[in-house]
């Protein structure tokens, strides 16, 4: 996997709605961020709204297009999950893209963006919290928004975890892959499905019914993309929904259950996804995770 360039100061970035539809006061405390940054920020044709889009498909397709093709901006931010992003992937051109790469920001529904790119470019992505997530950040000074800017400007610390009782300890190393179990589990079959053989999976999720996270997560299972893993690190699983009769289990325990066969380590609780903080992950670059019983580390190889 190859990593885009670092940003440095005075460097232009932009920001895409591919997904659901966002106001300006929505993008107002991210911009202000970038530019104290020192980056110049181009908007794009991001206040448009059709249904619950970000304008038409024709519209958002276009608008991320001209922002993976221009050579002179050097990251791109996802304004916002939701969904839509994967109604847009066959009609993405990574030509200019494969010449010129740049760093894709975002999470959740973006996790359609970020597998295209890796799957089709081999190009490393960044799982981060989005404007529209950040904007009741208090400041500057929010874990999730300080790990993005260092994560691009070529800063990659380790991250230790409390230990979690589901852990299952061991020590893997791979090149770290996942996303959005939902668009994962939506993904597989087809050719954006990512390799996870020898890799270090991470997912999470937001929203979804217990017995959804069993069906998606017996999916990866039937798909393979379980068995050869050599690790995997759980986010949050957030505002979880059961049945009228209990399924019985949580989130974690399902997804402990379902790996009970393997024997790679397994990380619960890692400060990503749909949560605050939402720290960034470099998706596409080699990972160690280690678990034990006094907790995880997951640092990035050099």
């Not at 991250?159 to 190393?173: K, Q, V």
């Not at 949580?250 to 996804?273: D, K, L, M, N, Q």
Request: net charge negative; glycine share 10%; proline share 5%.
């Amino acid at each position: 996997m190859q990593l885009p360039p670092y940003l440095s100061t005075g460097d232009r970035v932009g920001i895409t709605a591919p997904a659901r539809w966002v106001g300006k006061k929505d993008m107002e405390f991210f911009i202000g961020a970038l530019e104290e940054e020192g980056w110049m920020v181009e908007s794009g044709s991001i206040y448009c709204r059709h249904h619950q889009f970000s304008g038409s498909d024709e519209d958002r397709l276009r608008d991320l297009q001209s922002m993976l093709d221009d050579p002179e901006i050097k990251a791109v931010f996802c304004a916002r999950g939701g969904y839509g992003t994967v109604r847009l992937l066959d009609g993405i051109d990574l030509n200019a893209f494969a010449r010129y790469p740049k760093w894709i920001a975002g999470f959740s529904d973006i996790t359609a963006l970020h597998s295209c790119i890796l799957m089709k470019i081999g190009t490393a992505v960044l799982h981060s919290a989005m404007p529209y997530t950040l904007r009741d950040a208090a400041g500057k000074g929010d874990p999730g928004l300080e790990s993005l800017f260092r994560a691009l400007r070529g800063e990659f610390p380790h991250y230790d975890l409390y230990p979690d009782a589901l852990n299952r300890s061991g020590r893997g190393r791979g090149i770290l892959l996942g996303g959005n179990l939902s668009v994962l589990y939506s993904l597989t079959g087809t050719s954006y499905q990512i390799p996870t053989r020898d890799a270090i999976l991470f997912l999470e999720d937001v929203d979804e019914y217990l017995y959804h996270i069993d069906r998606m997560m017996q999916n990866l299972k039937m798909a393979g993309m379980l068995e050869h893993l050599n690790g995997l690190i759980i986010g949050s699983m957030s505002d979880m929904h059961d049945n009228e009769v209990p399924y019985g289990k949580s989130a974690y325990e399902i997804i402990r259950e379902v790996t009970e066969p393997y024997e790679f380590p397994v990380c619960f609780g890692f400060p990503a996804g749909h949560q605050d903080p939402n720290l960034a992950l470099v998706l596409g670059r080699e990972v160690v995770l280690e678990v034990e019983k006094g907790g995880c580390r997951m640092e990035y190889i050099q």
